[in-house]
């Protein structure tokens, strides 16, 4: 009987382990959905020019992130330095296939999406604080 209930309890936890993977997946494959929209509408890209930006922008962002996870704990002015290196690295191929004034507007496009989705985060955890009913 101990190990029937021992073999449930671990199959519960696989389940409840890959169901919140799950979600955290779709969110974060919703949350890039949103962002590629946003990006796409801040910079008015072409149908052309997004097939050529977006497998670029992939690449840079996939550096960048790679940095800040391997860099968690390393000095902050080094990990700035290394995340401006990589936007210089970048900024050649985004201004042959955007321009220089949208690769300025990308910048600020990428700054002004973490305000909008940080709002909304904190929206939510602010509606979701308050009471369903209320006493009158």
Known sequence: ?????LIL???IGQY?????????GKRA??????????????????????QR???????????????LVNRKNADVLETDESLLAIRKKY????VQIIGQPR???????????????????QNKANNEQRPMFRRK
């Open 1 to 5: 009987m101990k190990k029937f209930i």
């Open 9 to 11: 309890l671990l199959f």
């Open 16 to 24: 409840v382990t890959v169901h919140a993977q799950d979600d955290e």
């Open 29 to 50: 494959e919703k949350i890039q959905a949103l962002k590629i929209a946003f990006i796409t509408q801040k910079l008015d890209l072409t149908t052309d020019e997004a």
């Open 53 to 67: 930006f977006w497998p670029v922008y992939s690449q840079y962002e996939n550096e960048m992130k790679q940095l």
């Open 91 to 94: 900024r050649p191929e985004f």
């Open 103 to 121: 690769m300025n507007k990308l910048f600020n496009a990428e700054k002004d999406f973490r305000g909008v989705l940080l709002r909304h985060l």
